[in-house]
């Protein structure tokens, strides 16, 4: 248990369909990430928040959408994905930018 | 951002200490050397980072080269459970690229029971 909780753990969505992940953490930190894993690649960063600002978007495709409405929570609205978007998406949290990063479970997510 | 180089794969024998390889030869005064480590079916997980000095604290050591371009992280005993793809990275703590971590392919260490 990190402190890092990620919901929903497995979802399975179409093409065209519109759902969101969500990330909370429980540590009092000021920035928040949101990573990809796909399959035998490396994690790749796409979203850095820092005092519920976005600081980092690391070319992103615009299907998906980050929301961090306070430092607690982190969202990833997903609409019109691509079978090549199934990966594992996991948020993560630091006291600040260059501080340890705590990691959640992550979401599978497969589009079909 | 300075590149690691780690071994695709190690074993080790439970109970036995593990030195896990990082070279890093065109490391920078301003970078840290961070390792994490990711259990199957679970996020990365923080170990342990340094400097110029070596460190120690409850999960495992880092030995850092004194010329700093190649490290080495050590379980002294391995469990079970230290099996894990395990990653060094570099970070420019100070500096904007330093807010990310760039993981690369990672070690995959296997212990054997």
């Known amino acids: 248990e990190t402190g890092v909780t990620q919901t929903p753990r497995h979802l399975v969505m179409g093409m065209t369909n519109k759902k969101s992940l969500k990330c909370e953490q429980h540590?009092?930190?000021?920035?928040m990430y949101w990573y990809k894993q796909s399959a035998k690649k490396p994690l790749e960063l796409m979203f850095v928040y820092s005092l519920e600002e976005r600081v980092e978007n690391n070319s992103v495709p615009s299907r998906f959408s980050p929301e961090c409405p306070n430092s607690s929570h982190l969202f990833l609205h997903l609409h019109t994905l691509q079978p090549e978007d199934s990966a594992l998406y996991l948020c993560?949290?630091?006291?600040?930018?260059?501080?340890?990063?705590?990691f959640g479970p992550g979401t599978r997510l497969t589009v079909t | 951002d300075a590149k690691t180089t780690q071994p695709n794969s190690m074993e080790s024998n439970e109970e036995e200490p593990v030195h896990l390889p990082c070279n890093h030869s065109t490391i920078s005064g301003t970078d840290y050397i961070h390792w994490y480590r990711q259990l199957p079916s679970q996020g990365p997980e923080y170990v342990i980072h340094?400097?110029?000095s070596n460190v120690n604290n409850r999960m495992a050591s880092l030995a850092i080269a004194e010329d700093r371009k190649s490290s080495t992280l050590i379980l002294h005993r391995a469990t079970l459970r230290d099996a894990a793809v395990y990653y060094c990275?570099?970070?420019?703590?100070?500096?904007?690229?330093?807010?990310?971590?760039?993981f690369g392919e990672g070690t995959q260490l296997t212990v054997n029971p």
């Open positions: 340094g400097l110029t």
């Open positions: 993560a949290s630091s006291q600040g930018l260059y501080y340890e990063q705590y």
């Open positions: 990275i570099l970070r420019a703590l100070g500096e904007t690229s330093g807010s990310r971590l760039t």
């Open positions: 540590l009092g930190h000021n920035a």
